[in-house]
């Protein structure tokens, strides 16, 4: 087995002034389960942080660059519900897809936390060795 790590934390305020001025920024990078979960919550733009921080762990542990061919919507092609307890899962679609197909992934752990001030995830991917 071969595991993928990818770590991010996002500033809450900073990504709250990101989500003010930038209308079409919420559904460009996030899918209606997830506006749907983030916006039933008593401080929806801590949830929005939380689950960007994931997007971005789960691209660093694929490999995958902020820039190249399929890149556009690979935001929309991670996303984060909650699992049958409650802790998040993951869902991969698309070119995300094909590339953790590519990596044999089969399993994952997510984890997210935040605070006031920051918004922290991290993401392990196992896959096959020497895929």
Known sequence: MKLYQGIDIVEVGKFRKVLLRNN?????IFT????DYCLSKKDPDIHFAGRFAVKEAGLKALGIGMSGSGIDHAFQEIETVPGASGKPALSFRGWVKKISDKRGINQFTVSISHSADYAVASVILAGKEDV
């Not at 079409?24 to 460009?28: A, I, L, Q, R, Y």
């Open 32 to 35: 209606d389960k997830e506006r």
């Open 24 to 28: 079409n920024f919420m559904t460009d």
